[in-house]
């Protein structure tokens, strides 16, 4: 259990949080929302203990041990599995399987495993950094966008993972999906505050929405009321008989708190333009193949019909070529064979993961969103794309150079919207957004009347957005025509449990089941066992203290008999000072017996499972 005691941190003029409390308690997963530069990061740096707040304080157990995802790397073995080894506990340094299973889980193949990390590309690094800090088994896990670099089979094993981890978790994620379904709670950091509640984000916002909607009536009364007072006191203030009168809603004037309109946020709110073609196809792949040179093909035979409407959702594990395949079809990159034709009249809409280098630094938003008009379009309607991306007023000016990756994926959006497109081509376009401009991202994709192509892991967007999908699983992608759930319900993954498509997973042998057994067990001993021991302790001293009250109650008696001011006021002391003393046992007694009772079920279902 964490707490967090009046926070506040601010830079300069700015401030990101004010008087913040909130606690972190046992066993709970805290999906942590709020706009891109609210302070969510800065949040999880100060609890971490990279960064430090202006005021207020973080209260911990003794002992208790903090793990932060962050995109610092560091590695130091010679493969990937030693370096996830690395990260075991001292006694569990004869068990690398336990690493095996995580790194597996985050995608890594078998051959990966003797990969050096410093071969490795720049999200399975992440990947091999997540890998540790899940190995290590911290307390409380503090996770910043997990989700960014894993395929969508990573993003259900972390859910999973998450889902059986009995410490704490505080993460960060634009997947609401993602989130609903690992989250216990929500902690929001909203007009400078944070609230948290139990359930879901639906609930959370819900809640806030009410809130503020309950604070706008009371200002608006509070309102009504001042001004009828102001008339009443403007009126009669000359008049003699009515200076009680007066007087009075003078007071009541000065005493009442006067509420502030609350500052409108911006909402991202924007539409991709369609250019209507008359032909039903708009896009058309024919036995796509595609290799590197001197190397072996990364797909083959990929064909289909992308048609009006369409909404073909590409999925897989990383590395198979979800990406490469959107390059082909948007003509940035040739294919080894077959082809790509495209409908003459009007052009697509392509947003590449790295095309946030192709921005010019020097150049301002609106400069770059003025550029990629179809037609030289006028400043004011410039300035309405850069407004509807957020980028209002003086915003528009910013250079690319000083945004934010958030910031600079609202520009490579806005330049698609500047530009009137048949079809959609987006490769993974919520990775640097934060939830509620992806929830605008996915409304502009439903409203969006042309055809789109998305590679996504959030499930979420597939569920809602998909009615086609380009699946890469087994020897070769394949063509399923219908949604996501559809899919999951005739075919789903190879391996739903978290064992992945190409990774080699070694069973543990009769020999290597047993001593898995053995050191859950032996674990659990551990673990238990203190907890049963501070049981039986406050057990035995409420009982004892039970005793002494009773013979308290029995020298009362005999002193109120014998008339004893003295004895009495010394008894009566004792007696109130033993009965808050088994007040404060019995609150400890429930609070072991809570922790291990939940200790007890998570042991019993991992035997249950057999590790």
Request: charged share 30%; net charge neutral; glycine share 8%.
């Amino acid at each position: 259990m964490l707490s967090l005691q009046n926070l506040s941190k601010s830079y300069g003029d700015r401030i990101l949080f004010d008087n913040v409390t909130l606690t972190v308690g046992a066993g709970e997963r805290i999906g942590l929302v709020g706009r891109n530069g609210h302070g969510k990061t800065t949040l999880l740096n100060i609890i971490a203990g990279q960064d430090s707040s202006d005021s207020g304080g973080i209260i911990a157990p003794r002992g208790y041990r903090i793990g932060y995802f962050s995109q610092h790397l560091h590695f130091s073995m010679a493969t990937s599995r030693d370096e996830a080894v690395s990260a075991l506990h001292a006694e569990k340094k004869d068990s690398p399987y336990l690493a095996e299973k995580v790194i597996s889980g985050l995608g890594f193949t078998a051959d990966m495993f003797r990969q050096p990390p410093s071969e490795l590309s720049g999200g399975y690094k992440a990947r091999l950094n997540l890998a540790k800090l899940l190995i290590s088994e911290p307390n409380l896990l503090l996770l910043d966008e997990p989700t960014n670099h894993l395929d969508v089979l990573s993003v259900r094993w972390l859910k999973n993972f998450l889902l059986h981890w009995k410490g704490e978790v505080v993460f960060v994620t634009h997947d609401r999906s993602f989130m609903d379904s690992s989250a216990t709670h929500i902690a929001g950091i909203h007009r400078q505050k944070v609230r948290k509640t139990e359930g879901d984000t639906e609930k959370y916002y819900s809640l806030t929405a009410h809130d503020e909607e309950i604070y706008e009536k009371t200002r608006l009364n509070d309102e009504a009321k001042r001004k009828e007072m102001d008339r009443f006191i403007t009126r009669f203030r000359a008049k003699a008989r009515l200076g009680g009168l007066v007087q009075s809603r003078i007071k009541t004037l000065a005493k009442m708190e006067k509420k502030n309109r609350l500052e409108a946020i911006s909402e991202l709110e924007f539409s991709f333009r369609y250019k209507n073609i008359a032909a039903e196809t708009v896009l058309n792949a024919d036995r796509i193949m595609f290799a590197y040179p001197g190397g072996k093909p990364l797909f083959t035979d990929i064909s289909f019909a992308l048609n009006k409407g369409d909404r073909l959702c590409v999925i897989g594990r990383n590395g198979a070529g979800k990406s490469t395949l959107l390059r082909i079809l948007a003509g940035r990159l040739p294919p080894s064979a077959g082809g790509v034709l495209s409908h003459d009249y009007a052009a697509g809409g392509y947003f590449g993961q790295t095309d946030m280098e192709l921005l010019r630094p020097e150049a301002t938003v609106e400069e770059e969103v003025a550029q990629a008009g179809e037609y030289k379009l006028d400043r004011t309607a410039v300035r309405n794309i850069c407004a509807s991306m957020l980028f209002s007023g003086d915003e528009a000016l910013k250079k690319i150079k000083i945004l934010s990756g958030g910031e600079k994926c609202r520009v490579m959006l806005g330049k698609i919207v500047a530009r009137p497109c048949g079809w959609l081509l987006l490769d993974e376009p919520t990775n640097h957004l934060d939830m509620d401009a992806s929830d605008s991202l996915l409304e502009a994709l439903n409203g969006y009347q042309g055809a789109v192509v998305i590679v996504t892991h959030n499930e979420m967007f597939l569920h809602t957005l998909a009615n086609r999908l380009i699946v890469f699983q087994g020897d070769k992608p394949f063509l399923f025509e219908g949604g996501y759930a559809e899919f999951l319900e005739k075919i789903g993954w190879d391996d739903d449990e978290g064992g992945r498509q190409g990774v080699v997973s070694r069973k543990p042998d009769r020999k290597e089941q047993k001593k898995q057994r053995a050191e859950l067990i032996s674990e659990k001993g551990r673990v238990l066992r203190p907890l049963v021991v501070e049981i039986e302790s406050a057990e035995a001293e409420i009982i004892a203290n039970e005793g002494y009250s009773a013979e308290l109650h029995k020298l009362i008696e005999e002193a109120t008999a014998a008339r004893d001011g003295k004895k009495l006021t010394e008894l009566g002391n004792k007696l109130t000072e033993t009965q808050n003393l088994i007040d404060r046992l019995y609150l400890k007694l429930n609070d072991v017996t809570v922790e291990y009772e939940k200790q007890s079920a998570y042991y019993e279902m991992r035997q249950k499972n057999d590790l």
